[in-house]
């Protein structure tokens, strides 16, 4: 069982940066690869980055490609995601989720574990 939090969302304006954390409990969070998601209002929940349980594979949806990185620390059972240049068409709860083959996917369906979501808002 992996339990996931997230925080570091906020109100920013275009052009700011934000960073997230999703912390996890559980010992077996260093075997999950992870990933953030993000759903706006009246959209459906889509892909945003993934990490390998190592840390040696990351994986970008392209809209967020050389804006967002995604980071792990398996000493502190935390991810990260990054945020430079926000748009406001970044505006979006973001989740993160843990996967467990370990490899990452861009596909919600594989993840095994979700957390609450926290909010990220860009004004104009």
């Known amino acids: 069982q992996v339990q996931l939090v997230e925080s570091g969302g906020g109100l920013v304006q275009a052009g700011g940066s934000l960073r997230l954390s999703c912390a996890a409990s559980?010992?077996?969070?260093?075997?999950?690869?992870m990933g953030w998601f993000r759903q706006a209002p009246g959209k459906e929940r889509e892909f945003v980055a993934a990490?390998?349980?190592?840390?040696?594979?990351?994986y970008y949806e392209d809209y967020v490609q050389g804006r967002f990185t995604i980071s792990r620390d398996n000493a502190k059972n935390t991810v990260y995601l990054q945020m430079n240049s926000l748009k406001p068409e970044d505006t979006a709860v973001y989740y993160c989720?843990?996967?467990?083959?370990?490899?990452?996917?861009?596909?919600?369906?594989?993840?095994?574990?979700w957390g609450q979501g926290t909010q990220v808002t860009v004004s104009s």
């Open positions: 990490i390998s349980w190592t840390g040696g594979s990351t």
């Open positions: 989720a843990a996967e467990g083959s370990g490899l990452g996917s861009k596909d919600e369906y594989e993840y095994d574990y």
């Open positions: 559980g010992r077996t969070f260093s075997s999950y690869a």
